[in-house]
């Protein structure tokens, strides 16, 4: 059984840094891209960052770029986002979320995310 | 950046009935939609993939249509278990994946 278990949120000033880590089991870790998505309070979904089964390739939205880095530690099974620079608009639970990939009808790869964890809370305020 | 639009917001409907939800994409997305369902409290369970393909465990009064920038989730009869918000995401244009607003449905 696929099992994400989110640590490491709490309340943070404005300008200050946090990392949240995601444990992974029940599947093989380093075969597959990981990412993180948010959820403002009372708000929709919200693409954070994702990050390539070996790590070498990272992806940022626009609104994090700079100030989040993605990483994972595949002899773990565990994935991290590093959190600096925190605004504000950054408060929201955090999920970790783990990508499955196919071929589409065009022979292209695309992937998708089927196993979503529960969540670690930010809170961004003074 | 791919918007992606659901309709209604909000959907009254009745335990028992058919119901039909909205998503419409700014560009076409090649059929690479997926639907999610959130309850309250509860991490997005993925229920289609593909616009059409259900995921493992979904029942089958789930179904998902459409193509282009037009889709549909369609519920055949509604389950108390079903009463959740439900998003839809594209994920053609990799990694910039874009999520709609969510339909929620409620009991009349």
């Known amino acids: 059984e696929v099992q994400l278990l989110e640590s490491g949120g709490g309340l943070v000033q404005p300008g200050g840094s946090l990392r949240l880590s995601c444990a992974a089991s029940g599947f093989t870790f380093s075969g597959y891209a990981m990412a993180w998505v948010r959820q403002a309070p009372g708000k929709g979904l919200e693409w954070v960052s994702t990050?390539?089964?070996?790590?070498?390739?990272?992806y940022y939205s626009d609104s994090v770029r700079g100030r989040f880095t993605i990483s994972r530690d595949n002899s773990k099974d565990t994935l991290y986002l590093q959190m600096n620079s925190l605004r504000a608009e950054d408060t929201a639970l955090y999920y970790c979320a783990k990508l499955l990939s196919y071929r589409d009808k065009y022979g292209d790869y695309r992937y998708y995310f089927d196993y979503w964890g529960q969540g670690t809370l930010v809170t961004v305020s003074s | 950046e791919i918007v992606m639009t659901q309709s209604p917001a909000t959907l009254s409907v009745s335990p028992g009935e058919r119901v039909t939800l909205s998503c419409r994409a700014s560009q076409s997305v090649n059929g690479n939609l997926a639907w999610y369902q959130q309850k309250p409290g509860q991490a997005p369970r993925l229920l289609i993939f593909?616009?059409?393909t259900r995921a493992p465990g979904i029942p089958a009064r789930f179904s998902g249509g459409g193509s282009v920038t037009e889709f549909t989730l369609t519920i055949s009869s509604l389950q108390s278990e079903d009463f959740a918000v439900y998003y839809c995401?594209?994920?053609?244009?990799?990694?910039?994946?874009?999520f709609g607003q969510g339909t929620k449905l409620e009991i009349k």
């Open positions: 995401q594209q994920y053609n244009d990799w990694p910039l994946y874009t």
């Open positions: 990050i390539s089964g070996t790590g070498s390739d990272t």
């Open positions: 593909g616009s059409s």
